[in-house]
C-alpha cells in the first residue's frame, strides 16, 4: 500500500491546517488509519486513529478538543483537521496503515507508513 500524506505548513498559533492521506494498493476501506507525529530529537507519537468504516475514533489526550480526525472511503482518503494549534504540535505528522480493520494507538501495530509532512507552528 502507498500514502500520500499532504497539508503541512507554517501556521500561527492558533490557527488551523488539515492534513490529509491519499491511500493506493489495497482496498482502503477495509482497513483503520492513523495519524502519528515526530518532533527533534523525539519518539513518534500516536496522534489519532480511525477504524474502518469511520464509527470508532481514538484521538491522544494532547490533542483532544483541537483534533479531529476523519475518513472518505470512497476517496481513498483520511484526514487529520488540527485547530487551535500551538507551538508544541511542531513536528513531522505521518499517515499510517495497520494490518488490521480495527483502530489502535500502538505504533508497531502499523506496517504501512506515508512520507510525512512537516507542520509548523509559531509563537
Known amino acids: 500500500v502507498q500514502l500520500q500524506a499532504s497539508g503541512g505548513g507554517l501556521v500561527q498559533a492558533g490557527g488551523s491546517l488539515r492534513l490529509s492521506c491519499a491511500a493506493s494498493g489495497r482496498t482502503f476501506s477495509s482497513y483503520a488509519m492513523g495519524w502519528f507525529r515526530q518532533a527533534p530529537g523525539k519518539e513518534r507519537d500516536f496522534v489519532g486513529g480511525?477504524?474502518?468504516?469511520?464509527?470508532?475514533?481514538l484521538i491522544a489526550d494532547s490533542v483532544k478538543g483541537r483534533f479531529i480526525i476523519s475518513r472518505d472511503n470512497a476517496k481513498n482518503t483520511v484526514y487529520l483537521q488540527m485547530n487551535s494549534l500551538k507551538p508544541e504540535d511542531t513536528a513531522v505528522y505521518y499517515c499510517a496503515a495497520p494490518s488490521s480493520r480495527y483502530v489502535t494507538n500502538n505504533v508497531n501495530e502499523y506496517g504501512y507508513w506515508g512520507q510525512g509532512t512537516q507542520v509548523t507552528v509559531s509563537s
Open positions: 480511525i477504524n474502518w468504516i469511520g464509527g470508532t475514533k
